[in-house]
């Protein structure tokens, strides 16, 4: 455990686990280096680890918490984003050498380059599902190519398939390199039109998947607390809707969820954001 600032996650209810003997490593990466509207990211990891204590271990439908979770001590973050994305990539590479499940709490979006370069070198084939309002292709933004707005633009130009839901603010180079690399994608407008009984992902895509997780991604309402929130986006119900057709016939190998900016006296946001982490533990742990 490590205090009020960043205790393990759930600990209320389970006994924190060792890293070799937990199946859930959760990695705390308070960063905010190249945030460009309203600030706060550097204090979503704590916030929702705290929140994480005020919920249930059973989640409606099992206890995730039974294959054991990890709480790792927070990445370090002093130093250049480069120098950060280096530490996120060295934390999530120990937890895939164990075989377990990285679940990354940011932070500022720009951290899922790290862990898309831990992934890399131990996963043959996979591929990413962008839940976010921002398509963050941008091939540099603000004098850095490290930008939360750069994200997705590293996974593509590695040659890793993404599939974007719930975009519906990019420039119109990002929507020209969408087309050029024939990307697949529902945007924000199109999501109420999903036909859940058909696979929302097309065949060809890796059977292994990774969801990043941009909280503003849904609608304002859902998640406030975010320092770049977009009207529009999916609603909470929608979300769990569009993950279970998303994993019929693949492996979820592991989930981030970014951008989290909480708000004083404002609790829901982070403990939205807990009970979505552990939600998605549980549909984990219900297809092993």
């Not at 016939?249 to 404002?266: C, Q, S, T, W, Y």
Request: charged share 25%.
């Amino acid at each position: 455990m490590f205090g009020k600032k960043f205790p393990s996650f759930l600990e209320s209810e389970t006994e924190p686990k060792s890293a070799g003997n937990a199946f859930f490593h959760v990695i705390p990466v308070p960063c905010e280096k190249t945030v460009s509207y309203g600030k706060g990211t550097a204090e979503g990891p704590s916030a929702i680890l705290n929140a994480s204590n005020q919920l249930e271990s059973f989640d409606g439908y099992s206890n995730p918490s039974e294959l054991g979770i990890f709480t790792s001590e927070p990445v370090e973050c002093k130093g250049s984003i480069e120098k950060v994305l280096e530490n996120v990539e060295k934390t999530v590479s120990k937890t895939l050498a164990l075989k377990k499940f990285p679940v990354v709490l940011g932070g500022e979006h720009s951290i899922s380059i790290g862990t898309i370069k831990a992934l890399m070198k131990y996963e043959n084939k996979f591929g990413i599902v962008h839940f976010d309002a921002h398509a963050d292709l941008k091939e540099s933004y603000e004098g850095s190519s490290f930008s939360h707005a750069c994200a997705m633009r590293h996974a593509v130009d590695a040659g890793i398939p993404v599939f974007q839901i719930g975009i519906r603010s990019m420039t119109e180079e990002e929507n020209k390199f969408r087309k050029q690399k024939k990307m697949e994608f529902i945007n924000a407008d199109r999501i109420d039109l999903i036909n859940y009984k058909k696979p929302i992902l097309p065949k060809s895509f890796p059977k292994k998947i990774f969801f990043s997780i941009d909280v503003d991604g849904f609608d304002p309402c859902v998640f406030p607390a975010t320092g770049t929130p977009e009207p529009g986006g999916f609603n909470w119900r929608e979300f769990f809707k569009i993950a279970e057709n998303l994993l019929q016939g693949r492996k979820l190998i592991g989930f981030d969820l970014v951008e989290l900016a909480p708000i004083v006296n404002l609790h829901y946001p982070e403990f939205s954001a807990a009970r979505l982490i552990y939600n998605l533990m549980g549909m984990v742990q219900r297809r092993i």
